[in-house]
Nanobody, 127 residues
Framework: QVQLVESGGGLVQAGGSLRLSCTSS????????LGWFRQAPGKERDFVASIGWSGTGGSTNYADSVKGRFTISRDNAKKTVYLQMNALKPEDTGIYYCAAHFGIATTPWLVSEFDYWGQGTPVTVSS
């Protein structure tokens, strides 16, 4: 079982920045692709960004809505994946979930591709 724990969420004004972190204790952390999703109240869980396992050279994938504003990165030594969020907008508000994929997909982006999920951390962007 892979446990994922998110942190770093909070309340921020539009135009501000936040950095989310997701830490795991799994021994083979570098072998997992990792992703961030978000879910606004009453809406489906949407893809935000993903980063490939260590053998992919750090390949990344982003939703069009966050390209140029968000950056996903990972530190395998710390078993942590980050999501740096800049130029935040009110529509970025939601619960942000970290997820892990162990398989052949380089930069997965579908909810169904991810095997393990964190409990989520809330992000609220005020206008």
């Amino acid at each position: 079982q892979v446990q994922l724990v998110e942190s770093g969420g909070g309340l921020v004004q539009a135009g501000g920045s936040l950095r989310l972190s997701c830490t795991s204790s799994v021994r083979t952390f570098s072998g997992y692709a990792l992703g961030w999703f978000r879910q606004a109240p009453g809406k489906e869980r949407d893809f935000v960004a993903s980063i490939g396992w260590s053998g992919t050279g750090g390949s990344t994938n982003y939703a069009d809505s966050v390209k140029g504003r968000f950056t996903i990165s990972r530190d395998n030594a710390k078993k942590t994946v980050y999501l740096q969020m800049n130029a935040l907008k009110p529509e970025d508000t939601g619960i942000y979930y970290c997820a892990a994929h162990f398989g052949i997909a380089t930069t997965p982006w579908l909810v169904s591709e991810f095997d393990y999920w964190g409990q989520g951390t809330p992000v609220t962007v005020s206008s």
